[in-house]
């Protein structure tokens, strides 16, 4: 099953290893497709040294040359989730340009200049990789000073991802039924709540006795989810083979953004505008959980919301929404309009100012 599904992996009596041509072999804990073994599969497979001799070709001293050392160290390979596979691509496209000038004199303003050739939020993105990447320099006196320090970038005030509404979902799934792999994407976004980097991770092996447990990329979190009963039809509807419940035609495991391509062309086939993204099903997941009038901490236990600041601002449109309905209900339940003398005391003053 590894080596059918798993590139790279090799076993010798009963140990598995992670082991690319040219880099030093990792050994890989646990059972194969265990959570553990799949963790340290996926940080093998993401953070992996750079080669040997590269920075040989870069010049002492330089951004490349401290960009190679870099991305061998523990600061670099510590990071998780999808995030040393962005932000290499982020740096390595800075050193294409960039990496032949001198590392310890690169001034404030010609990040700012960077910065404003950018839109809001690749300059985000951007900051981030280049403030980690000189935090380190600055911590291996490769750089007296880091050029990003005090540097900002406003975004433009947003709601973020659209969230799926109730309309949008219904028109996905009349066009993808039960048995599809369209629809068990779907269900998976909208019962566990979790994020696309996490839900294309998801196999049988995580479900036991009806409760889904997986451990989030992104935050490091271990959660513990009950698998709902329309999830649990879908999936047993749905012909799955191999180490995850979500495979390409090719039978492997999808990787993050070849997943967004084939949730794009499914949501296109249901005729769904462009603003319908995956991840606008995580929010659909928290607008229905805060619909039914569970609380903040309870929609993250579910969605693994490290902040509850998001989440807040889910429970406080359903508490909103709630409320205007429960005051609607007593008046039609009431169904007497108040006498023209009768005025409430906060209204009083306007009610002297009419007669007057």
Request: aromatic share 8%.
């Amino acid at each position: 099953m590894s080596k059918l599904h798993l590139r790279y992996v090799q076993s010798f009596g009963g140990y598995h290893y992670f082991r690319r041509r040219g880099w030093p072999r990792i050994p890989l804990p646990g059972v194969v497709g265990s959570t553990e073994f799949m963790e340290a599969y996926r940080q093998a497979l993401a953070a992996a040294p750079v080669a040997i001799g590269a920075s040989m070709r870069s010049k002492p001293g330089s951004i490349s040359a401290a960009l190679a050392e870099y991305f061998g160290g523990q600061s670099f390979r510590s990071l998780t989730g999808g995030t040393p596979a962005s932000r290499r691509a982020i740096l390595e496209k800075f050193r294409d340009k960039h990496g032949h000038l001198p590392l310890a004199s690169l001034p404030r303003e010609f990040v700012v200049a960077l910065i404003d050739t950018m839109t809001p939020h690749e300059a985000k993105n951007w900051l981030k990789a280049i403030r980690h990447f000189m935090t380190w320099c600055v911590e291996r006196k490769l750089a007296r000073l880091d050029p990003t320090s005090g540097v900002r970038v406003k975004l433009p005030k947003s709601d973020g991802f659209h969230t799926w509404t109730e309309h949008e979902i219904a028109q996905f799934e009349a066009r993808h039924p039960i048995g599809s792999k369209a629809r068990l994407a779907l269900a998976l976004g909208l019962y566990t709540a979790q994020r696309r980097a996490d839900v294309v991770r998801i196999g049988r092996q995580h479900i036991r006795d009806g409760v889904l447990t997986l451990r989030q990329q992104k935050t490091g979190a271990t959660l513990a989810i009950p698998v709902h009963s329309d999830l649990a039809a879908i999936i047993a509807a749905t012909p799955t083979a191999g180490l995850t419940l979500l495979m390409t035609k090719s039978g492997r495991s999808y990787r993050a953004n070849k997943f967004s391509d084939e949730f794009r062309f499914w949501c296109d086939a249901a005729g769904l505008p462009p603003h319908c993204s995956f991840h606008g099903l995580r929010k659909a997941a928290c607008t229905r959980l805060a619909d039914c009038g569970c609380t903040v901490h309870e929609i993250a236990a579910i969605s693994g919301h490290q902040s509850l600041k998001e989440i807040q601002r889910y429970t406080k449109a359903a508490d909103q929404a709630r409320l205007a309905r429960a005051a609607l209900e007593r008046i039609a339940n009431k169904g007497v309009k108040p006498e023209p003398g009768e005025v409430s005391k906060p209204l009083t003053p306007l009610a002297k100012t009419a007669e007057g």
